[in-house]
């Protein structure tokens, strides 16, 4: 038997006979190695441990530590679970499931749904069928072979996938014991490897995410390499429970939904107070950053739509009705009515760039199955704007952009900020070369900007590429949320101009951009990042009074007055509780500043201050009080 070269990642290599598998590398090299290993990369390609290499070869040991190793854990654990709900429920129906952040879900058809008491059920038993240790072996099938072996199982849905892959390709399939299940892997080489492992919660959910489809019962579950991140995790996880944007805002008081009016939020006095500081701080972002500010109509006639390429990519998205003989359609977006905007007077080049700012609602109807809370509505605004500019104004553009993309997240204490740039997606409208120039122009002002970014292939908008900004809140979670498009489409289609320098008239570049994005979605991951901690300059109560005994009610009333007069948002606590019972409130109330009141301080002129999470501060003068309030509510310090 001829040997092989084998080329590790340190550039180091060894020989081996020819069709060694990367497992039995991995136990030449080490016990420790062997052990941890769950794939290979053979030449940069995922790859079964159990592969045979016949020829010289680069490879990687990926062990269950790794992103790569970590994923290929995650899907081999949702097989696991797939084959203990079917030794459960025999007659349960095999749909998907993949892999998503840090977990995975499975759905299946079932009669009734699945409890707590099941999960726990199907936790056991998948600990028993890792336990056993059976090998996963990977399965090559024809396609029509693969339809007769999945219809005779009596999964119809697997089967309806099948039917969809060309008849040309090989469709792969992994088994461990009796149990078989499609997928184009790589898995680990034994249910062994599975240990650490977590079924979390189980919902609904329509087949193929359509709510006119069968209502299939999803479980979810987490797996990692070992307890200590398990641990971490569902430690993580219950923090995340208590910081549910859902919850903090009906503890709060700040928001709530009504079915006659599906998924779109009511805010409260409360949560106006927060919504609207949010506006006021873009509103004066805009004054530095030579934004106008527009408003435009709620309602078009449906050929707006069609002109703007929405009725043709949107429709389904999109509220429409019928007056008389005309079509209208409630706006999902407001570029197309700003392009009417710029189309209403006459522009030269020196009136360029236009920025056109807009906080108009918005209204898309967003499939049942999606929505969530505040970050998945069907009534929005979004800190809206347009830019209107020459070609040669993009670069700028986009700089300031960025710098003020930066400058808000700093406000809200948002870090490690990532940049992706999203290319042309499938369905686009407009020619090749406008989508070429535009990605290179953002491209080139990435570059040169020195931000590093990353490329996602295919999730540009349909009118242009776009640059989109990720954050991390608290608990280490990513969020997109800003988002800056490029658009030679939308001009021409509605034929805007400006008069050059030379006389001739041209099309102006259309920048989209969004910084909160949704004000609804950024309200609730706002509310999760801070756990309903919010900075003094947003709190919709900023100063409580907590007059300790009646004696002292006239005095306590007359600081509320001075807070009043000095635009503080304050409440007054006069209810004849014992004053460690108020202070309990105000603190479960997430009210930063608290003012205690006794005939001391009122003999005094002063009051007791208490700030939460840092607890007694002593006696203060109020006015002097008041000025240190004011001067942090202007820094907006977070």
């Not at 992103?67 to 995650?74: F, K, N, R, S, Y």
């Not at 977590?198 to 359509?210: C, E, I, M, N, V």
């Not at 505040?374 to 710098?403: K, N, W, Y």
């Amino acid at each position: 038997m001829s040997n092989i070269t084998i080329t590790f990642p340190d550039q180091s290599t060894r020989s081996f006979p020819s069709g060694v598998s990367t497992i039995e590398i991995a136990e030449n090299i080490g016990p420790r190695l062997a052990k941890a290993a769950v794939a290979a990369r053979i030449n940069s390609e995922l790859a079964d441990l159990s592969l045979p290499i016949d020829t010289d070869a680069e490879i990687e040991i990926i062990t269950g530590d790794s992103d790569a190793g970590h994923e290929v854990l995650l899907h081999s654990t949702a097989h696991l679970m797939a084959q203990a709900v079917k030794a459960l429920f025999p007659n349960a129906k095999v749909t998907i499931g993949p892999a998503i952040e840090n977990r995975f879900y499975y759905d299946f058809d079932i009669e009734g749904t699945f409890s707590d008491k099941d999960l726990e059920k199907i936790e056991a038993k998948m600990r028993e069928l890792s336990e056993r240790d059976f090998t996963v072996q990977r399965v090559e099938l024809t396609r029509n072979a693969a339809l007769k072996k999945f219809d005779d199982m009596g999964e119809t849905y697997k089967v309806e996938i099948i039917e969809q892959i060309d008849e040309k390709d090989t469709i792969s399939a992994y088994s461990q014991d009796d149990f078989i299940d499609l997928c184009r892997g790589p898995h680990v080489p034994t249910t062994g490897k599975i240990k650490h492992f977590k079924l979390l919660s189980t919902s609904g959910a329509y087949w193929r995410g359509d709510e006119n489809n069968t209502m299939l019962q999803r479980i979810y579950g987490t797996v990692f390499s070992s307890k200590k991140e398990l641990d971490e995790y569902l430690q993580k996880l219950e923090e995340a429970k208590k910081r549910d944007h859902r919850k903090l805002g009906k503890e709060l008081d700040l928001f709530f939904f009504h079915s006659l009016s599906p998924a779109s939020p009511f805010f409260t006095d409360k949560g106006a107070v927060i919504y609207n500081g949010l506006v006021r701080y873009m509103r004066e972002l805009y004054l530095q950053y030579g934004y106008g500010e527009v408003i435009s109509p709620q309602v078009f006639d449906m050929e707006l739509w069609k002109q703007s390429g929405h009725y043709e990519m949107f429709i389904d998205n999109m509220f429409s009705m019928e007056m008389g003989e005309r079509e209208f359609g409630l706006k999902p977006m407001n570029c197309p009515g700003h392009t009417l905007m710029y189309s209403h007077g006459l522009h030269s080049y020196r009136d360029l760039p236009i920025r056109m700012a807009d906080f108009g609602r918005l209204h898309r109807f967003e499939k049942a199955g999606v929505l969530s809370g505040l970050t998945r509505v069907r009534s929005m605004a979004q800190d809206d704007a347009h830019i209107f500019c020459t070609p040669d104004q993009i670069g700028d553009e986009i700089c300031d952009l960025f710098e003020m993309v930066q400058t808000v997240y700093d406000t809200f204490n948002f870090k490690d900020l990532s940049i992706a740039l999203s290319t042309r997606p499938e369905k686009a409208l407009g020619e090749v070369k406008l989508w070429n120039k535009a990605e290179s122009t953002l491209t080139d002002v990435l570059e040169k900007s020195n931000y590093k970014f990353t490329i996602d292939e295919g999730e540009g908008a349909f009118y242009g590429p776009k640059i989109d900004f990720h954050v991390k809140d608290a608990l280490q979670r990513d969020h997109q949320l800003a988002t800056i498009q490029l658009d030679f489409v939308l001009p021409e289609r509605f034929k805007l101009k400006y008069i050059a320098e030379d006389g001739s008239e041209k099309r102006p570049v259309m920048i989209h951009r969004a910084i909160l994005g949704s004000l609804e979605r950024f309200f609730g991951v706002y509310l999760e990042h801070c756990g309903g901690d919010f900075p003094l300059w947003l709190a919709p109560v900023q100063v409580t009074v907590l007059p300790v005994s009646e004696k002292v009610q006239g005095y306590a009333e007359s600081i509320t007055q001075k807070l009043n007069a000095a635009g503080l948002r304050f409440q007054l606590d006069d209810k004849a509780d014992k004053i460690g019972a108020k202070i309990r409130q105000a603190e479960l109330s997430k009210i930063n500043v608290m003012l205690i009141v006794g005939e001391k301080e009122a003999e005094a002129g002063t009051v007791s201050v208490r700030r939460r999470h840092q607890g007694d501060l002593g006696p203060m003068d109020v006015a002097e009080l008041i000025d240190l309030l004011n001067d942090e509510i202007k820094q907006r310090s977070s």
